[in-house]
């Protein structure tokens, strides 16, 4: 499982999503964290939007459902063995 998530610098939204997505307990996760500050691109698609997950399927990136920043860990790894991926 490949997951992409936009965030930055100080926002504590994604570093509570992140701090959790390290402690979900799937051997196959990888988990890459984009700094929208650091293109242009990425900051003017998401820079409202924060944290945004996102996958790739067929070389396409997509973008997946938004999870409570309130979700414990366990309903993060429910969430996204749901997800197939």
Known sequence: MYL???????????????EKLE???NPTL?????????????????QYEIPVMCTVISGTEKTLPRLSPR???????????????
């Open 71 to 85: 979700a414990s860990v366990a309903q993060i790894e429910k969430s996204l063995a749901k997800l197939n991926l």
């Open 23 to 25: 402690q979900v307990t």
């Open 30 to 46: 990888e988990l890459e964290i984009r700094d929208i500050t650091t293109k242009e691109e990425w900051f003017d698609r998401y």
């Open 4 to 18: 992409i998530v936009y965030s930055k610098p100080g926002c504590h939204l994604c570093e509570g999503l992140i």
